[in-house]
Structure formats: C-alpha cells, structure tokens
C-alpha cells in the first residue's frame, strides 16, 4: 500500500502506470496515489504539490507539473481549461463538460449527456476532432429571487436545477422618500 490511498495500491497504480505506457517510477506511483485517493476529482499542479509535501513525498513542483502532463498525454487524465492562465487536471476521462465556479475557483461536473453541442464544422484537412470542451462560466447569483429560465443553464429533468442555489431572497433595502 502506498499508506496514502486505500483505495489505490502500489501496485494497482503501477499496472495503470504501465496500461497507459508509461514506467512505474516512485514518483509517478506515488502521484498515481495521490490524484486516485477521494475519486474523481479536479485538481492544479499546485494542489497536488501541496499534497504531496504534506504526505511527505519529496518531489518538486515542476516534476508534479512534468508527470501531470505526461498523465494527461497518456489519456490518464484530461486537462481543463478555465481561462488562458489557469487549468485543472480531471482525472475523470469520461466524456463530461463542467461549469466552473468562478466565485470560488471550483469545477463541477456535468453528466456527458446533459449537453449536446451542435453545428460542429468540419475539422481542416488532415486532423479528427479529438473532443469538444464546454466550460460554464457561473458566478454567485447577485439576485436571488431571479431564476434561470427553463431549459437555460438548467442540467436535470423538468427544468430545475441540481446546483440551483436555494438561498432565501434577501430583503430589499428601501431609500427614504422613495
């Protein structure tokens, strides 16, 4: 056991190590560990650093960065992009989209059927379309009593909402002499 992740052993994480082609280093073992402890997950290179160190696994920010990379060109896991200078490592690969929490810097699933995109045009010449990536953008709602219109930003059956925030609405401030 790599004493980090009962639910990954080392030698669990060197046979998807080697399904994926790549050599059971300690190192990557160790990360395989780590990024398969609490499931499917989102995570940066950061997060995954930071934990890392606190597992008391030497290993440097650039090497997580490497091996992440290398992960992901191994199809081990799928990079998302949030905007030109942040991205996340998924390390569920099933076809799925995500709204991103921007508020709080979080990545939420979206089921992989929930979403169909149309009018994909025809890749150039030479090339296959490995995947499309829909990212939602959302932020905290300012108005609480709003709601978003049926079949408009809503994942789930009869227009409501799974992540629909249930707040109460607030009470409005009045001006005097109004």
């Known amino acids: ?39 499917k997950r989102h995570l940066t290179a950061e997060t995954l650093h930071d934990e890392a160190v606190a597992a008391g696994i030497e290993v440097s920010l650039a090497t997580v960065y490497n091996t992440l990379h290398q992960f992901t060109k191994a199809r081990m896991l799928r ?19 995500h709204f991103y929490d921007q508020d709080h810097g979080i990545l939420i699933d979206i089921p992989g059927d929930a979403i169909k ?3 994909v045009p025809n890749p150039p010449r030479g090339t296959v379309i490995d995947r ?8 905290a709602d300012r108005m609480p009593e709003r709601r978003p219109r049926k079949g408009l930003g809503n994942i789930g059956d009869s227009g409501t909402s799974q992540w629909q925030d249930q707040r109460r609405p607030r009470a409005q401030k009045t001006r005097a002499g109004a």
């Open 132 to 139: 499309v990536d829909v990212v939602i953008r959302t932020v």
């Open 1 to 39: 056991m790599t004493g980090i992740c009962p639910e990954i052993d080392d030698t669990q994480a060197a046979q998807r190590l080697r399904a994926a082609g790549l050599r059971p280093t300690r190192q990557r073992v160790a990360l395989v560990g780590l990024l398969y402890a609490h499931g």
């Open 117 to 119: 995109v149309t009018g």
């Open 79 to 97: 990079q998302v992009a949030v905007d030109a200078a942040r991205f996340y490592f998924d390390t569920n690969v099933d076809p799925h989209q």
